[in-house]
């Protein structure tokens, strides 16, 4: 018997899905996902993005304004 895919609400990305929008690799997004700040949503096993974050998280970084962000994210790493 073939397994159910979990339902997904609208307006939501799977990982393959918000690579194919962004337009880059699973390995990257996931990277972003976990250094960088990309939101992401994990209800269960799977990440799942929203359009409209990854739009103004791709629009903060296009802008330059995510790199003070993440130099103080980058220095609480360090410290944990």
Same mark, same amino acid.
């Given at each position: 018997? /073939?397994? /159910?895919? &979990?339902?997904?609400? &609208?307006?939501?990305?799977? @990982? !393959?899905? !918000?690579c194919?929008?962004?337009?880059?690799?699973?390995?990257?997004?996931?990277? $972003? /996902?976990?250094?960088?700040?990309? &939101?992401?949503?994990? &209800?269960?096993?799977?990440?799942?993005?929203?359009?409209?974050?990854?739009? !103004? $998280?791709?629009?903060?970084?296009?802008?330059? @304004?995510?790199g003070? !962000?993440?130099?103080?994210?980058?220095e609480?790493?360090?410290? /944990?």
């Amino acid at each position: 018997m /073939a397994e /159910a895919k &979990p339902h997904i609400e &609208p307006g939501y990305l799977t @990982l !393959a899905e !918000a690579c194919v929008y962004l337009r880059t690799p699973e390995s990257t997004v996931r990277k $972003w /996902a976990r250094l960088k700040g990309l &939101p992401y949503h994990k &209800p269960g096993k799977e990440l799942l993005f929203r359009v409209k974050e990854l739009d !103004a $998280w791709m629009n903060r970084y296009r802008h330059g @304004l995510s790199g003070l !962000a993440l130099m103080g994210f980058n220095e609480q790493r360090r410290s /944990a």
